[in-house]
């Protein structure tokens, strides 16, 4: 099960995250087979839970750590979608530490 930010609780959605992770990846060199490779690793951390559950906040954290690694655009484009960025300056920002090793997403 997916925790949402207000509470409620859903079924995990491969589907939904593979959606996402596509829409991101659009015109980028990222296989299938590698977006594949994410949701699996983050449906194992889901199953391997003992009470079965992570925070939609902790999926699109997994999410962001594999995309940063994997493709710096594609990293911004979910990244845009999944922290709703209000304005461009928080656009702008979250650019601007990519190009800042220290500000980098931990893992």
């Known amino acids: 099960m997916v925790v949402k930010k207000d509470g409620r609780r859903e079924p ?11 829409k ?8 299938v087979a590698q977006l594949e490779e994410i949701v699996d ?3 194992s951390r889901l199953s391997d839970k003992p009470d079965r559950e992570m925070s939609s906040t902790e999926v699109g954290e997994l999410v962001m750590r594999r995309l940063h690694d994997l493709d710096e655009v594609a990293y911004v484009r979910f990244a845009s979608v999944y922290r709703q960025f209000k304005d461009v300056n ?3 920002e979250e650019v601007k530490s990519l190009l800042e090793p220290a500000k980098r997403v931990k893992d």
């Open 41 to 43: 690793d983050i449906e």
């Open 24 to 31: 991101a990846i659009q015109k980028r060199p990222v296989s």
């Open 12 to 22: 995990f959605d491969r589907h939904k995250l593979m959606g996402g992770l596509t």
């Open 90 to 92: 928080q656009f702008v």
